[in-house]
């Protein structure tokens, strides 16, 4: 490989519980030292933390899914858990708005980094809420 920061690409199946966050964090560590990504670290490292963490919490023992991918400068991390999507949309409303009020402390990092995030349903094939993380070099 000739330049180590280009083609990161990352992808687990965690159990939905909350250690499962530290692994996923030690895996991520892992990856981004290996290809030389480290200014990532911290804030990727909190960043699946809080993720893993809150998707254990509203998906118990159900698989979570977890990317990381950086291309073009740009690092992405994309969580997908099995929380029941809900038939009546002012329910997603208000699930989606307790996610986003429980993640303060990642939006305030993913700020300052100059990054953006957000929660979405998940497409097919995935089922459930995709969380994400987009950060720039």
């Known amino acids: 490989m000739d330049n180590p920061r280009e083609g990161l690409a990352l992808s ?3 159990p939905g519980e909350p250690r499962s966050a530290g692994i996923a964090r030690n895996a991520i560590t892992s990856a981004l030292h290996a ?10 490292a909190h960043g699946v933390t809080e993720l893993i ?7 118990p023992r159900e698989d979570v899914y977890l990317s990381l991918r950086h291309r073009d400068d740009v690092l992405r991390l994309v969580v997908w858990d099995q929380h029941a999507q809900h038939a ?6 208000l699930c989606h708005a ?6 303060w ?9 100059g990054g953006e995030w957000g929660i979405c349903d998940a497409r097919p094939p995935h089922r459930g809420t995709k969380s994400w993380v987009v950060l720039p070099r």
Request: no cysteine; hydrophobic share 50%; net charge positive.
């Open 12 to 14: 687990l199946t965690l």
């Open 35 to 44: 290809h030389r990504l480290d200014p990532y670290v911290l804030p990727i």
């Open 53 to 59: 963490a809150m998707t254990a919490r509203l998906s």
């Open 88 to 93: 009546d949309p002012d329910a997603v409303t």
């Open 98 to 103: 307790r996610r986003r009020k429980v993640l």
């Open 105 to 113: 402390l990642l939006n305030a990092v993913v700020d300052d980094w």
